[in-house]
């Protein structure tokens, strides 16, 4: 007999405050056949709140891989699947992205459904009226990862408590004193703060007391100043250098001595290499 496939539902879970489940979000948790958890112990208190007794299985960082295989094949067998993360929305600096991938691929219908999300929570809290930004997620461990994102317009990071002070001070560090800062920390929690402040206050507000680096944080740099770097002399700095360079060191070194992004100037380079 031949099942018409389930559904994969990607369905926001809430940040901190259980209210913030909308009630189509349980609706879906409900009616599901597998709800799909990066950590089954913190779901289950969500789907206990709302009286919901769903078969969860886990599918996590270190699983997605097989987990995900069991779980399309159940979505291909007729099983509507619900994608939760502890928090948030599956996919966003959180599993889920390829089970999701894998479901395109095979046809099976995915449907999200929004909600609760800490950088868009965080962004609209941070007052900045630029027309867009940059979601960074977790900031890489390697040294010179904010070199890369030296660019005017604004990042949104995640950073865990342990790491906050030193990468705010590696902030104030590229962008300098000047350009502005929003700390969310616990968003929609019991201690919720959200501040903002230029880049040389806030070293000293995270250290100002002993709780203001616990919890989960939300940083929004704001936007800096555009550089005044003329396109088309970059695009004849470059061409100069790709007569001895290959195209990455000549996208590297024009960053240099232009001020705009190496990773434009290297789509530059690529096709004036051609």
Not at 218 to 238: F, H
Request: charge should be neutral; hydrophobic fraction near 45%.
């Amino acid at each position: 007999m031949t099942h018409a496939p389930g559904t994969l539902y990607v369905v926001a879970t809430p940040i901190g405050n259980l209210a913030d489940s909308s009630p189509r979000s349980i609706e879906a948790l409900r009616a599901a056949d597998i709800v799909a958890c990066e950590d089954t112990r913190t779901s289950r208190t969500l789907l206990a709140h709302h009286g919901i007794d769903a078969r969860t299985v886990a599918l996590h960082a270190h699983n997605e891989r097989e987990a995900g295989g069991k779980l399309l094949r159940a979505l291909q067998e007729g099983s509507n699947v619900a994608l939760v993360s502890d928090a948030g929305t599956p996919g966003v600096s959180d599993p889920g992205a390829l089970l999701v991938a894998a479901a395109h691929r095979q046809g099976v219908r995915v449907v999200p459904l929004p909600g609760p999300n800490a950088a868009i929570a965080a962004w609209s809290a941070a007052g900045f009226t630029a027309p867009g930004f940059q979601f960074v997620g977790f900031l890489p461990a390697k040294k010179d990862a904010l070199k890369a994102l030296d660019v005017p317009w604004p990042l949104i990071f995640y950073e865990a408590p342990h790491r906050v002070l030193a990468t705010v001070t590696a902030l104030l560090g590229q962008f300098g004193p000047a350009r502005e800062l929003a700390i969310a920390r616990e968003i929609s929690k019991k201690f919720e703060e959200v501040a903002r402040m230029p880049l040389a206050d806030a070293p000293g507000w995270l250290a100002a007391g002993p709780h203001r680096q616990q919890g989960e944080f939300v940083l929004v740099l704001g936007p800096g100043e555009e550089k005044q770097a003329d396109l088309a002399e970059a695009g004849r700095i470059l061409k100069i250098l790709l007569e001895k360079l290959p195209a990455s060191d000549a996208a590297k070194l024009a960053a240099r001595i232009t001020g705009l992004p190496r990773n434009a100037l290297y789509k530059l380079a690529l096709q004036d290499s051609k």
